[in-house]
């Protein structure tokens, strides 16, 4: 989700959809080595209101890589959900941490605290983005899940995250990461959670990300799935599209929607310009239409599905530092349109 060079995915064929009963339903930053954060603190994670019925979601930059560097108070107000990124992995397996880059100009991590309690004091909730691209950390058994569990919860104690966002993009353990974030939800009950897997990692409920989407599902907030980086896919009607099209973001979307997630959390994921991935860039009035065909069934291109969803959660981009690189396209006009839906 950095930006770099794409890993172009081939187009997984029809049966895979069709062995998990879909097909025909119409439907970074590099990690350090640090020290883990306590995983308990005096202060708890402040309060926020209720994520909005539909919302627009934003990566928050934690690092200068050519975007517009930003401090957290200048992230358009448009963003419902802003994914501070990324928490690194230390030493300890599962285990991660948190540390501001001096690049993005705070002077204290109490001014950076304080940027956090405004926007959630005009009603924003500010998550901690767990992997990235070259994010290195690994849950695969019981120890590792208590200590990302443990680590998560600190963070969220010491600096008053809402929550935290799972963008593993180099494997996933579908029964230690459910494990881990249910352990979380134990000791923050309001824990905003969102994922952002690549496409091929929601292709079938079968895939370990869906499962642990699916396993999380009386309290996930959304999966906000990265529509690009990713070449052509399978969509949920067995087809395969190629990403930058309209039909990619519903036929894809479709999959979700129809395999056990909620509308409401399924939101489409995009680059906020074109220097923000390797591939599948598209401009916010081909969001806006995808978002109105799955909500309205208007607005469609070849593929339409079956019925409607008008309870989808939103949208997400990669990155409000992009966005501004961009004017804030994403925000104007993908964001008025994702707070207009049904």
């Known amino acids: 989700m950095t930006g770099l060079p794409a890993r172009l995915l081939a187009g997984l064929t029809a049966a895979v959809l069709a062995s998990a009963g879909i097909v025909g339903t119409g439907t970074a930053q590099a990690a350090g080595t640090r020290s883990p954060a306590p995983a308990t603190s005096s202060a708890p994670a402040a309060p926020t209101a209720a994520v909005p019925r539909h919302a627009v979601t934003g990566y928050w930059q ?4 050519g975007a517009t560097v930003q401090k957290l108070k200048d992230v358009d107000d448009a963003y419902d959900i802003i994914a501070v990124s990324f928490a690194d992995a230390t030493g300890q397996p599962g285990a991660v941490t948190f540390r501001l880059d001096p690049a993005v100009g705070y002077g204290s991590t109490d001014e950076f605290k304080a940027d956090i309690k405004a926007k959630q004091a005009a009603g924003k909730s500010v998550i901690l983005s767990v ?37 593993l993009e180099n494997g996933l353990n579908s029964t230690h990461m459910t494990q ?38 009386d309290f996930l907030t959304a999966v906000n799935m990265q529509y690009y980086n990713s070449g052509s896919m399978n969509g949920c009607d067995g087809k395969v599209y190629s990403q930058g099209t309209v039909d990619f973001l519903t036929a894809l979307a479709c999959i979700q929607l129809e395999g056990g997630l909620d509308p409401s959390q399924v939101g489409i994921g995009v680059p906020a310009s074109a220097r923000a991935a390797g591939g599948g860039y598209v401009a916010p009035s081909v969001v806006n239409a995808a978002l109105d065909c799955l909500t ?31 004017g804030n396209a994403f925000a104007s006009q993908v964001g008025a349109h994702v707070h207009g839906l049904p």
């Not at 208007?298 to 966005?323: E, H, I, Q, V």
């Open 62 to 65: 934690n690092f200068d890589n």
């Open 131 to 167: 992997g990235g691209e070259r994010g290195a950390v690994s849950v695969n058994d019981a120890a590792s899940a208590k200590n990302f569990a443990d680590s998560v919860s600190g963070l969220m104690d010491e600096y008053g995250f809402n929550g935290v966002d799972i963008d």
């Open 180 to 217: 881990a974030l249910k352990s979380v939800h134990d000791r923050h009950g309001d824990v905003v959670v969102t994922m952002a897997p690549q496409t091929i990692d929601m292709q079938s409920p079968q895939n370990e990300y869906f499962k642990t989407a699916l396993g999380i599902k």
């Open 296 to 326: 309205r069934g208007s607005n469609c291109g070849s593929f339409k599905p079956s019925r409607t969803y008008p309870g989808l959660r939103g949208a997400m981009t990669w990155s409000t530092n992009w966005d501004a690189a961009n």
